[in-house]
């Protein structure tokens, strides 16, 4: 017996923390009835259901994608509102997997895409610190004082963050410039926040790093397999 968010990440439905809200929200099922969060089932002997679907056989094989993710796109599988998600760019690739993170609708660069629900957590999990790196160009007053004190104690939404590095990558006028800016967890917007702080307005973020991962030559809207020296790497995380 497992519990079902595990056999649902293991199956590649979806990771487990997305899991967990399917469970919450009553999209889940065993053997007919409402499943709850915390619940144990045995796959081989019970029919386990999402949205009223028998879930797949076990992976034979895991997918790992990135993506260049262009500006303009939802980094979800499907968006109520109708707008363009990154899956609509990977077409039938994209079918049974999910969007590792978050990118927000105006910024663009490296997004993974996977059915491999424990790499998600690990990428994830703040717990993991595994670090991202963005470059950001920004518009604003004295932009190196600002800078330094990006690399201080800051709060996001009332909470306080991990330290951030930041360092000016270009400038050209005193009032604009590109930093490069490394973080160890994913808030919701925290990149553009801390630009916030400090009346630094944000003109394009992309997020060029993830741990070891680049995302050097892709193009926007282009993306590719991993390969096996990256796929190790995420996995002995």
């Excluded at 053997?31 to 679907?53: E, H, K, M, N, Y």
């Excluded at 992309?206 to 741990?211: A, L, M, N, T, Y």
Aim: charged residues 25%.
């Amino acid at each position: 017996m497992e519990r079902l968010q595990k056999i649902l990440s293991a199956r590649g439905v979806a990771s487990r923390r997305d899991a967990e809200a399917l469970i919450a929200a009553g999209r889940v099922t065993v053997d007919g009835a409402p499943a709850t969060l915390g619940q144990r089932a045995d796959p081989s002997a019970q029919v386990i259901c999402v949205d009223g679907l028998p879930i797949a056989a076990p992976l034979t094989e895991r997918v790992y994608i990135m993506l260049n993710k262009p500006p303009g796109y939802m980094t979800t599988v499907r968006d109520d509102r109708g707008r363009k998600t990154v899956m609509d760019i990977l077409g039938d690739i994209g079918v049974g997997l999910w969007p590792v993170g978050r990118l927000d609708y105006l910024s663009a660069g490296l997004l993974l895409l996977t059915n491999d629900g424990d790499v998600t957590r690990k990428l994830t999990h703040p717990s993991f610190e595994v670090e991202k790196v963005y470059q950001v160009w920004v518009r604003g007053a004295d932009i190196p004082r600002c800078a330094e004190k990006m690399e201080g104690n800051l709060l996001i939404d009332g909470a306080a963050i991990k330290p951030a590095r930041v360092r000016i990558l270009h400038t050209d006028r005193p009032d604009t410039a590109v930093l490069e800016v490394r973080i160890r967890e994913g808030k919701n917007r925290q990149v553009r926040k801390m630009c916030g702080l400090f009346d630094l307005q944000v003109e394009q973020l992309i997020r060029v790093g993830e741990g070891k991962l680049q995302l050097g030559g892709l193009q926007p809207g282009k993306w590719r397999y991993l390969t096996g020296e990256e796929i190790v790497y995420l996995q002995s995380l």
